[in-house]
C-alpha cells in the first residue's frame, strides 16, 4: 500500500502498554504520523522515538482542548486528519477502505464515521449498543473543531458526514486499577459539569453543523442530566445491560457494564451531591 494523503494524530499519557499496537496500525501507510504527548514518565516517549514519529508535547487539559491545540500546531500538511487514540487500532481492511475513499471524496463531505470493534479483558463486546460504537475522527483538519463536554468529548464538523464500512478496534490493554483510577479522576470532571449545568451547543443556527452522535447528546444533555440523583446510574445500567442484551457479554461484560454504566455515573452523583452540600455550607456562612 502507497502512502496515503492523510494526517494521523495520536494522543498519549503514559501510553507505553498500548501505543505500540497503535504505531503500528498506522505507520508506514499513512503520509504523516503525529503523537501528542501530556509529559509522560513512562517509556512512551522512548517508544515512539524508537518508531521515529515526531512528538510533541502540550499539557493536559481536556480531550477536546488537546486535538484542537494539535490541528491548530502542528505541521499538518494533509487536508484529512485521523484522531486515532492510544488504546486503538486501525484494521488491514479499514486502512484500505481509507486509502481507496480519500482517492475520490465528494466536495461536501468533511467526515467520516468509523465504526469501533469494542474489546475489555480480551472478549469482544457485542451486545450492549457496542456493536454499532460509532464515533467521527476521520475528518478535514479546516473543517472541524472539537467540543468539550467535561468528561467527553464531540467532534463538529461544517459539512455532511458519512460512514465507513470497515472498523478499528478500541482495546485497553491496562489493567483494573488503571480503569478505575482513570475513571474516578474524569469523574470529577463529569461532577463539575453538572453542578454548574453546562450544556454542549448544538449550534442549531448553522444547518450545515454536524455534530458527533446528536442524538444520543441530546438524550444525555436534556434526559440524563436532568434525572434524580441517583436514578441515572440504575438507568443507565439497566438498558445497557438488560434491554441491550448486554447480559449476553458474559462475566468480562458484566464487569465492565458494572463499572462503567453503574458504579462511574453513581460515582459522579456521589460527587455532585457532595459539591452541593459544600455549596450550600458555603453559603450559609456567609449569612
Given at each position: 500500500m502507497g502512502l496515503v494523503p492523510l494526517s494521523v494524530i495520536i494522543l498519549t499519557y503514559n501510553e507505553e502498554v498500548n501505543l505500540p499496537g497503535a504505531l503500528e496500525s498506522v505507520v508506514g501507510w499513512a503520509e504523516q504520523v503525529f503523537v501528542v504527548d501530556s509529559f509522560s514518565t513512562d517509556n512512551t516517549l522512548k517508544i515512539v522515538e524508537d518508531y521515529g514519529i515526531p512528538v510533541y508535547q502540550n499539557s493536559w487539559t481536556d480531550w477536546a482542548t488537546q486535538r484542537n491545540w494539535a490541528m491548530?500546531?502542528?505541521?499538518?500538511?494533509?487536508?484529512?486528519?485521523?484522531?486515532?487514540?492510544?488504546?486503538?487500532?486501525?484494521?488491514?481492511?479499514?486502512?484500505?477502505?481509507?486509502?481507496?475513499?480519500?482517492?475520490?471524496?465528494?466536495?461536501?463531505?468533511?467526515?467520516?464515521?468509523?465504526?469501533?470493534?469494542?474489546?475489555?479483558?480480551?472478549?469482544?463486546?457485542?451486545?450492549?449498543?457496542?456493536?454499532?460504537?460509532?464515533?467521527?475522527?476521520?475528518?478535514?483538519?479546516?473543517?472541524?473543531?472539537?467540543?468539550?463536554?467535561?468528561?467527553?468529548?464531540?467532534?463538529?464538523?461544517?459539512?455532511?458526514?458519512?460512514?465507513?464500512?470497515?472498523?478499528?478496534?478500541?482495546?485497553?490493554?491496562?489493567?483494573?486499577?488503571?480503569?478505575?483510577?482513570k475513571h474516578n479522576r474524569i469523574s470529577d470532571m463529569a461532577a463539575r459539569r453538572l453542578f454548574y449545568k453546562e450544556r454542549v451547543n448544538f449550534d442549531n443556527n448553522n444547518k450545515r453543523k454536524d455534530l458527533e452522535g446528536k442524538y444520543r447528546v441530546w438524550v444525555k444533555e436534556n434526559i440524563l442530566a436532568n434525572l434524580p440523583l441517583f436514578v441515572r446510574p440504575f438507568v443507565i445500567f439497566f438498558y445497557k445491560y438488560f434491554l441491550k442484551l448486554g447480559i449476553l457479554d458474559g462475566k468480562e461484560g458484566f464487569v465492565y457494564y458494572f463499572l462503567h454504566d453503574f458504579w462511574y455515573p453513581f460515582l459522579i452523583d456521589a460527587k455532585l451531591l457532595e459539591m452541593r452540600y459544600k455549596s450550600s455550607r458555603t453559603k450559609q456562612s456567609k449569612i
Open positions: 491548530d500546531n502542528l505541521p499538518i500538511r494533509n487536508e484529512w486528519v485521523l484522531f486515532l487514540d492510544a488504546d486503538e487500532r486501525i484494521s488491514s481492511e479499514l486502512a484500505e477502505e481509507i486509502k481507496e475513499t480519500l482517492k475520490n471524496v465528494p466536495h461536501e463531505v468533511s467526515g467520516f464515521y468509523i465504526n469501533r470493534r469494542f474489546i475489555f479483558m480480551g472478549r469482544w463486546l457485542k451486545y450492549g449498543g457496542y456493536s454499532s460504537n460509532w464515533v467521527l475522527r476521520l475528518v478535514k483538519r479546516d473543517k472541524t473543531r472539537v467540543l468539550p463536554a467535561g468528561d467527553s468529548e464531540y467532534f463538529q464538523v461544517d459539512g455532511k458526514v458519512l460512514r465507513l464500512k470497515n472498523y478499528m478496534i478500541h482495546e485497553d490493554k491496562k489493567d483494573l486499577h488503571f480503569f478505575t483510577h
